[in-house]
């Protein structure tokens, strides 16, 4: 199991920036696939970005060249930090950012979620 805690989401003028960060602490030692969603209202929750244990990433066509995932293991811990820095922003990303993991290694979806936290865009 893995517990994951958001921070770093409030409200920013279009064209500025945030940065969101995620700490997941495991019980037991994993590598695992790590990512952020984010859910608009009246919309479904969508992957924004990912990173592989291995360090690759991906990312949702709406945010490529404006959000840049990363991630950190926090030596001699289970800990991994995970941020998303978020440059450009519009209204349109506006939305509750969830913090996500498939854990352990090799889990096919994603199974461990983030108490989400409110990113506000104004125009």
């Known amino acids: 199991q893995v517990q994951l805690v958001e921070s770093g989401g409030g409200l920013v003028q279009a064209g500025g920036s945030l940065n969101l960060s995620c700490a997941a602490s495991?019980?037991?030692?994993?590598?695992?696939?790590m990512g952020w969603f984010r859910q608009a209202p009246g919309k479904e929750r969508e992957l924004v970005a990912g990173?592989?244990?291995?360090?690759?990433?991906?990312?949702?066509?709406s945010v490529k060249g404006r959000f840049t995932i990363s991630r950190d293991n926090v030596r001699g811990t289970l800990e991994v930090r995970m941020n998303l820095q978020m440059n450009s922003l519009k209204p349109e990303d506006t939305a509750v950012y969830y913090c996500?993991?498939?854990?352990?290694?090799?889990?096919?979806?994603?199974?461990?979620w983030g108490q989400g936290t409110q990113v506000t865009v104004s125009s």
């Open positions: 495991a019980r037991t030692l994993s590598n695992y696939d």
């Open positions: 996500a993991a498939r854990y352990p290694k090799g889990a096919r979806t994603y199974n461990a």
């Open positions: 990173i592989r244990w291995s360090g690759d990433t991906n990312y949702a066509d």
